[in-house]
């Protein structure tokens, strides 16, 4: 679709907005969100006619891209069919979503639990493995975003937290891996590792392991920095787990539904978890849904005694057929395919070229369509850009690129000292082509603050 300038529109748009729109992790008066007036598989325009590249997939959510023509009329089908129902009863696009849903997750997680979203299924993920074990606290990883809800957010490990922990939640934080910034003094992928599952070991007897519900990571964190975990480090959380009788949850909200090349993430590493959260890709975040997979046993221990917990939109059925639709597009247009096959040809290679060229470039890192640079200062001492959680001027480096890489046709999804490259999942070889060189001219921005 060709945008068509309409700058009143766009203005009328903008002061609505600003007149009573409360957008979320923002200082109210300092914001000047865009008006957007359309978008269209890995592009968006505003009224202006300014068209740009998504390389952040919406919220890393638009897996197959934007206003795809199935899964729009799947959602008119169904409103024409039955708008909403209740959660009590069995609806043919509920029970089809979990059906669709259950043949893709790893191992025997075959029921499904549907939220409106990834931060109430980390919600109920956890409810369900304080229930099962009996035991209060949670361990979940520094660098980690899991939701902004109350739960959610206290479980999170990024300054995002900050705000709402009252240390009053019961959890726990610790290091998870991350060679290129390690905290176990680890000079190889494989002392990372052991190093890792030692620290969390230590913590787990220090914490009391019968004191213990659940750990929960995400598979491969999003916003913290798309840290692929090293080679054995999921399969030795899940032999913790298994050894002294706590849950394992793995939060896929980020990195389900073909975003790194699979499925989900999970079947990168071999590992099966007891509790699976789930949301945006499954139906390309175009009608909100989420929710949890759970396994045969803890399922099992809801067989006959009442789980305590719901929502009135629970598998609603326009978000179910918007579910359906979607699973089966990226089944037949091979779309988990494409995000493997051109992660490995175009978009790995692409970063890897790039860092050679900017100084500004410390590490890349990712798989599929789920990738992320991490910016530095300095790439002998791996300084970082800007300060760990920097705002105003001391942020000013990452902000001078964030604008620089707009102004060449890209908008980009930046956190702290890192870019991500999270275009749809169904994105083309050219248009990837065309980010990276955007994403090259931005960078030459950014290699300016480098010493």
């Known amino acids: 679709?060709?945008?068509?300038?309409?700058?009143?529109?766009?203005?009328?748009?903008?002061?609505?907005?600003?007149?009573?729109?409360?957008?979320?992790?923002?200082?109210?008066?300092?914001?000047?969100?865009?008006?957007?007036?359309?978008?269209?598989?890995?592009?968006?325009?505003?009224?202006?006619?300014?068209?740009?590249?998504?390389?952040?997939?919406?919220?890393?959510?638009?897996?197959?891209?934007?206003?795809?023509?199935?899964?729009?009329?799947?959602?008119?089908?169904?409103?024409?069919?039955?708008?909403?129902?209740?959660?009590?009863?069995?609806?043919?696009?509920?029970?089809?979503?979990?059906r669709l849903i259950a043949e893709r997750t790893p191992g025997d997680l075959d029921k499904i639990f549907f939220t409106n979203g990834g931060a109430d299924a980390v919600e109920h993920a956890v409810r369900m493995a304080r229930l099962h074990t009996g035991r209060p606290k949670v361990l979940s990883a520094y660098r980690s975003y899991h939701g902004g809800t109350q739960q959610a957010i206290n479980i999170t490990g990024d300054p995002r937290r900050w705000a709402s922990d009252g240390a009053a939640a019961g959890v726990v934080h610790f290091w998870a891996p991350f060679p290129y910034r390690s905290r176990f003094y680890a000079e190889t992928e494989e002392q990372e590792c052991a190093r890792a599952l030692e620290h969390l070991e230590t913590t787990i007897a220090f914490e009391g392991p019968a004191t213990i519900a659940a750990i929960i990571l995400e598979t491969i964190p999003g916003t913290a920095g798309i840290m692929v975990p090293p080679p054995g480090y999921l399969a030795g959380v899940r032999e913790l787990c298994d050894k002294y009788g706590i849950v394992f949850i793995l939060d896929e909200v980020m990195a389900g539904f073909g975003r790194?090349?699979?499925?989900?993430?999970?079947?990168?590493?071999?590992?099966?978890?007891?509790?699976?959260?789930?949301?945006?890709?499954?139906?390309?975040?175009?009608?909100?849904?989420?929710?949890?997979?759970?396994?045969?046993?803890?399922?099992?221990?809801?067989?006959?005694?009442?789980?305590?917990?719901?929502?009135?939109?629970?598998?609603?059925?326009?978000?179910?057929?918007?579910?359906?639709?979607?699973?089966?597009?990226?089944?037949?247009?091979?779309?988990?395919?494409?995000?493997?096959?051109?992660?490995?040809?175009?978009?790995?290679?692409?970063?890897?070229?790039?860092?050679?060229?900017?100084?500004?470039?410390?590490?890349?890192?990712?798989?599929?369509?789920?990738?992320?640079?991490?910016?530095?200062?300095?790439?002998?001492?791996?300084?970082?850009?800007?300060p760990y959680n920097a705002a105003g001027e001391a942020g000013a480096p990452m902000a001078a690129f964030t604008a620089a890489a707009k102004r060449h046709g890209l908008w980009p999804f930046v956190n702290m000292n890192r870019t991500h490259v999270v275009p749809p999942c169904n994105a083309s070889e050219a248009e990837l082509k065309e980010g990276l060189a955007a994403l090259d001219a931005a960078l030459s921005v950014a290699d300016e603050h480098t010493v």
Not at 312 to 326: D, E, K, M
Not at 358 to 378: D, T
């Open 1 to 98: 679709m060709t945008p068509q300038p309409s700058p009143e529109a766009g203005a009328a748009v903008k002061a609505a907005d600003r007149a009573h729109v409360f957008h979320s992790w923002s200082a109210q008066d300092l914001i000047d969100p865009l008006a957007v007036a359309g978008a269209e598989g890995s592009y968006f325009w505003d009224y202006d006619g300014t068209r740009y590249l998504d390389f952040t997939s919406g919220l890393v959510f638009t897996n197959i891209g934007y206003q795809h023509p199935k899964v729009v009329a799947a959602i008119q089908e169904q409103a024409a069919k039955l708008t909403t129902f209740a959660p009590a009863f069995a609806v043919e696009a509920r029970s089809e979503a979990a």
């Open 260 to 386: 790194t090349g699979e499925w989900f993430a999970a079947d990168l590493f071999g590992v099966t978890p007891d509790l699976m959260t789930f949301a945006k890709g499954v139906n390309s975040g175009y009608v909100p849904l989420g929710g949890v997979a759970i396994s045969q046993r803890i399922a099992e221990t809801f067989g006959k005694r009442p789980y305590p917990g719901g929502l009135t939109y629970s598998g609603h059925p326009l978000a179910c057929a918007a579910a359906v639709a979607t699973i089966n597009v990226m089944a037949e247009e091979g779309v988990v395919e494409n995000a493997r096959r051109l992660g490995e040809s175009v978009v790995g290679p692409g970063l890897a070229e790039l860092a050679a060229r900017h100084p500004s470039v410390g590490e890349v890192r990712g798989v599929g369509m789920f990738w992320a640079l991490e910016l530095v200062k300095n790439r002998e001492t791996r300084e970082p850009l800007v």
